[in-house]
């Protein structure tokens, strides 16, 4: 069975970067239905041809040979299901690109963790816009893509508009190295993944300004309060930041030198304040002042959030921003 009834069993994955190919990887060795990556240069296309691999993305992995690598959006026809696994702020672009190719039977599944930053919007909401769909998902979650491409055991969650639609997905897409928790809570779900890349350049700040691992902790558990408030305002479930997509993607990344929003932070702390720093590669980064504002709006209390966009935003530093959070009034937990 498929997971859409209209549409063939194909899964297409948009977007040949590092999680793309991962997921493209497992899917394929799983070996339930043909994959196919696509991807906009025709060199990637070629390498695979020749090495078996995706140099560009995840050096020295070598990837299923039932994989197929296309530059061609017309393989996006028919198939049922689409990851898009491009960044955030190039979800909506690559949407409004591949609109004429995607059925309307098609299951599509965002795989970015952010949210948009002009329009502080969800990232389903934007890809549902523009592909005039509904019923986009979510997948998010711990999981670095070199991992996942190795096949070591990985652990992510997929939501969508219905458990029972997020369990077809999840069966489709889990391997036997890559499982799927199905999830109907799309919201908390998507911001837990954006969140998270927030609080990860918190970790990094404290641990590249030295101040201990006690500090994490804190900023860890208090970070995971701040999302749930979040999230509970913006319609989700406040309870799903305990789950994978949100402590336990926290946690990965907050901890993991393989996390580049954790090294962003750590260059930040090092360095004292954002001078110098180039902003535009961690997603963490685009979702700090965005989520900020929309917490302002909210009337939801964010002070971890608000201190890292700050500091990024070059309106604060790192000793400033330390002082003003440890003078806080103190509250119950
Ligand atoms: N790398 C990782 O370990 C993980 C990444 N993610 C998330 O996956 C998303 C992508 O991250 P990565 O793969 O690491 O980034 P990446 O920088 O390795 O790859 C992004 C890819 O998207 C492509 N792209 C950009 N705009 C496009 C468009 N309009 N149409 C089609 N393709 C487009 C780029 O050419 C590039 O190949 C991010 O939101 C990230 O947070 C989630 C889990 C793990
Ligand atoms: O989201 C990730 C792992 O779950 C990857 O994190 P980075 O984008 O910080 O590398």
Known sequence: MTAASAQDNRIVVVGSGAFGTALAAVAAASGKAAVTLLTRRESIVEDFKQTGRNDSALPGIDLP???????????LEGAGIVLFAMPSQAQREAARSLHGFIGKGADVVICAKGIE???????????????????????????????????????MVIAANGIERASLLAEALSGATFRLYPSADRIGVQLGGALKNVLAIACGIVEGAGLGDSARAALISRGLAEMSRFVAARGGEADTVRGLSGLGDLVLTATSHQSRNLRYGIALGASGSAKGQTRELVEGAFAASVAADVARQLGVDM????????????KTDVKTALEQLMSRPITQE
């Open 303 to 314: 002070p971890l959030t608000e201190a890292v966009a700050a500091i990024i935003d070059g």
């Open 117 to 155: 930053r002009v329009s502080g919007r969800l990232l389903t909401d934007v890809v549902e816009e523009e592909l005039h769909l509904q019923n986009v998902a979510v997948l998010s979650g711990p999981g670095f893509a070199a991992d996942i491409a190795k096949g070591l055991p990985t652990a």
């Open 65 to 75: 040979e039932r994989l197929t690598v296309s530059d061609d959006p017309t393989v």
